[in-house]
């Protein structure tokens, strides 16, 4: 019989390899206080996690005037989540629950996922170690309080928005093309006053919304954002009631339970609309005659909506205007084309397609992918990977842009400070905070290109397509909707009769119709 010796656990850990360790810290405003408290966490975290023997320093993830009640929205807190992903963190200090989650679900999910990659958390106030089983209770119940919290915050400053839209004083962090905010009132910019003026009148003149937007790409007209002009953005304008100087308050509006969603407003919530707002740009007579057109066009047309009930709804897009492709179908024959094309041959000279043609060149390219799976994806794998450690190996910038960022953080401690204490004009201050926060935003971004955020994306979603395709195990013979939703992430049409199958990691993939 077959001698067996027990073997103690903990001879199988490695007890010289230290925890790799980083701290994640957020504050909910740019308040003096908060913005001390902020800078504070970040000193102590740091100082915290290099002292300690058993720790070794990874980086200090601090997210400032986010909300915590929707993690998607945190950036430097997916950037955790990413480095936990690709096994770079094996321990996570925060001060509490509160400033990790406020939402009970999204808190116990990123605690579970982390404790499977044998990550643990560790709250200060609550002295929660996610790692012990039998602080799995506490942590829902602490979490459970914060949302709490989060929802009676959330509802003050709801009902506070509500009595300022009654009273028409309300003003939202943005204001539309043609307008800047100056003392909190819309206030007309002329540089882009005039473009607004422009394409009412060229509305008015025959021209339509694709038209438009096609001449102002094409003579280059600056956007606010850095983009091209498109159909949704003409429309925007062209239908945008603060242009003769009114506002209707809450056209969305936030769903009252966690996490916070953004809907619009189909008659759920009451509606306030405040004429003579601020000054305008279009006078009343020209709006009211392009609704009228916009109306009558409509009813004419039909909606630019696609139905979402088909496979390939809202998922094919023309190539050359950007607009989906709509389902036409007579007995037999179901045929595809672009919308624009259908309102009117002149905006785009996209091709009809058979819906069959589709599915077959979809096929064809999951076939060739499954076929070379190993050639292609395997050694796209194997090449980002070795860019991602290239890249990351020894390199002092990152720490450089670490003791920048912290430099800049105790700047905006020292301007408070000063402003406080009366040292400084309030125009000075705002002109110095708004440089040195321009700045810090500036530093993150380009902290976050060396951390290879993309690349390591990437890496993510090709490792998984390759195990999608890989489980297929066989070529397709009919169409799989379920498997085309998995992978597929866009689909363009080109004039030249070729369909592009955007893929998840950003693959890209072409086939002839």
Excluded at 144 to 154: D, G, M, N
Excluded at 221 to 244: C, G, M, P, Q, S
Excluded at 493 to 498: A, P, R, W
């Amino acid at each position: 019989m077959a001698t067996v010796t027990r073997i103690d656990p903990r001879a199988l850990r490695n007890n010289d390899k230290k925890l790799r360790t980083c701290a994640y810290c957020r504050v909910s405003s740019n308040s003096a206080d908060q913005l001390n408290s902020y800078a504070a966490q970040i000193r102590y975290y740091t100082k915290a996690i290099r002292e300690n023997p058993e720790w070794d320093f990874v980086d200090i993830f601090a997210d400032e005037g986010i909300t915590g009640t929707r993690a998607d929205k945190r950036v430097e807190f997916q950037r955790m989540l990413k480095l936990c992903e690709h096994g770079k963190i094996d321990f996570i200090i925060t001060k509490s629950i509160s400033r990790f989650a406020r939402n009970v679900p999204e808190c116990l999910e990123f605690a579970r996922k982390l404790k499977r990659q044998g990550i643990g958390i560790f709250f200060e106030k609550e002295s929660i170690n996610t790692l012990r089983m039998s602080d799995e209770l506490m942590l829902s119940t602490f979490s459970a309080i914060a949302q709490e919290e989060s929802v009676a915050i959330s509802k003050r400053l709801r009902h506070a928005n509500l009595e300022r839209m009654k009273r028409g004083e309300y003003i939202a962090g943005t204001c539309p093309f043609g307008y800047r905010l100056v003392d909190k009132k819309l206030t007309v910019y002329e540089p882009e006053a005039r473009t607004v003026k422009d394409i009412f009148n060229a509305y008015l003149s025959g021209s339509s919304v694709n038209e438009i937007a096609r001449d102002m790409n094409r003579l280059q007209v600056a956007k606010r954002k850095d983009t091209e002009w498109h159909y949704i953005t003409v429309f925007y304008i062209l239908t945008n009631e603060k242009y003769i100087g009114d506002t209707l308050f809450q056209k969305t509006f936030k769903t009252d339970t966690l996490p916070f969603e953004k809907k619009k407003n189909n008659g759920e919530k009451d509606q306030y609309y405040a004429t003579g707002s601020h000054d305008p740009i279009i006078d009343r007579e020209t709006f009211e005659t392009v609704q009228k057109l916009l109306k009558e066009k409509a009813e004419y047309f039909g909606s630019p909506r696609p139905s979402k009930s088909y496979p390939l709804s809202k998922r094919i897009r023309c190539k050359e205007c950007g607009a989906y492709f709509i389902r036409r179908s007579n007995k037999d024959k179901v045929i595809w084309s672009c919308y624009n094309h259908e309102r009117d041959k002149n905006n785009c000279h996209a091709k009809r397609y058979r819906e069959e043609d589709i599915y077959k060149a979809y096929m064809r390219m999951f076939n060739k992918l499954y076929c070379y799976r190993q050639t292609l994806l395997r050694q796209t794998l194997a090449h980002i990977d070795y860019v991602i450690k290239y890249k990351k190996r020894n390199n002092p910038t990152v720490k450089a842009y670490n003791q920048s960022v912290s430099g800049l953080l105790n700047k905006k401690v020292m301007l408070e400070s000063l402003r406080q204490k009366g040292y400084m004009s309030e125009e000075m201050y705002y002109t110095q905070y708004k440089e040195i926060d321009r700045l810090l935003r500036d530093t993150k971004a380009d902290r976050a290109i060396l951390y290879d955020s993309e690349l390591e994306d990437s890496y993510s979603n090709i490792k998984e397509l390759y195990e999608i395709v890989e489980s297929y195990g066989k070529e397709m013979t009919h169409f799989d909707e379920k498997l085309f939703d998995k992978i597929v992430v866009d689909v363009y049409i080109k004039k030249d009769n070729t369909i592009e199958f955007k893929l998840m990691g950003g693959l890209t993939l072409t086939e002839r119709l």
